[in-house]
């Protein structure tokens, strides 16, 4: 046998390898986190705990739970992401559509990339240095408002990767049909490559209901939910965060069910993001 097929075989079967022990390492490490939280927050894990706010002394071990937690960061997520959708949709389809392989939708595209590295804390100061300008306080719509900014490049990068596996033949079928580009788009585009769609919309709300720097001086904290969209309003990452920093081993407890009633919202999303997929699948052209 030659020296460079030899040579190939030999890393061929070490990226093999690389690539195993990098996909075992990831399950081990997924174990682990679930296995502490389960362990720690499992006894925690109340109706309590999920049906009521914060009563006197629950910070001291007292009663209560965090209700206020679960739905302040549905409200923070869901809304960050709505809003994150209607301008990266139109974002992705014009990068897509007009700036596909042109020197500006590569700068677009940087720019995105760059936004997305950006960490969170940095997106948590210049929506809190805005609110100061305009006179704002911390309140449930600066923080959708943050986590929308904190989104954007997320989920418009996300789509914009979809769409450019579009089937070339289906963009010049269409395009020799006579369908304009924004006609491509709407039509053609978005239909197809929906499942991929949905995975960026999932992707880019995980990753808004799991951050607690970015909402930290924009949506503030308070022990009830929020009854407007002008008052403060409570998240499970800084429920966990405030939790943790107390002495009382039974409150350090309950961080721990907070963080296990995160996991599973975030796995209950995830699976129902699957099952569209799946059904949603069976109409795309491959």
């Not at 190939?8 to 679930?34: H, T």
């Not at 769609?197 to 503030?220: E, K, P, Q, Y």
Request: glycine share 8%; hydrophobic share 55%.
């Amino acid at each position: 046998m030659k020296k460079h097929v030899r040579k190939r075989i030999f890393i061929e079967k070490l990226i093999k390898r690389i690539m195993v022990f990098s996909s075992v390492s990831i399950m081990v490490v997924l174990a682990l986190i679930m296995f502490v939280i389960i362990q720690k927050g499992a006894p925690s894990m109340t109706w309590d705990m999920v049906s009521k706010v914060p009563g006197g002394g629950f910070y001291l071990g007292k009663e209560g739970g965090v209700l206020n937690a679960i739905l302040g960061s549905l409200y923070l997520a869901i809304g960050g992401t709505v809003i994150a959708f209607i301008i990266s949709l139109p974002l992705a389809l014009y990068l897509e559509t007009y700036l596909k392989n042109s020197v500006w939708g590569d700068r677009v595209r940087l720019v995105l990339d760059i936004l997305w590295g950006v960490p969170s804390i940095v997106y948590g100061a210049f929506a809190f240095i805005l609110m100061i300008y305009v006179g704002m306080r911390a309140s449930l719509l600066a923080g959708i408002v943050t986590l929308a900014l904190l989104e954007i490049p997320i989920l418009a990068r996300a789509m914009d990767e979809v769409f450019r596996r579009m089937p070339k033949e289906l963009t010049l079928s269409a395009l020799a049909l006579g369908s304009t580009k924004s006609e491509l788009g709407i039509k053609i585009i978005i239909p197809q490559m929906l499942p991929g769609i949905v995975t960026g919309v999932m992707l880019a709300f995980g990753r808004g209901i799991g951050d607690a720097a970015s909402v930290l001086f924009t949506a503030g904290y308070t022990d009830r939910i929020p009854s407007s969209l002008m008052r403060p309003v409570a998240s499970l990452p800084l429920a966990v965060f405030f939790q943790l920093g107390t002495p009382f081993p039974e409150v350090q407890n309950r961080a721990y069910a907070s963080a296990l009633i995160l996991t599973l919202i975030v796995l209950t999303i995830s699976l129902l993001s699957r099952l569209v997929i799946w059904r949603l699948g069976k109409y795309v052209i491959r």
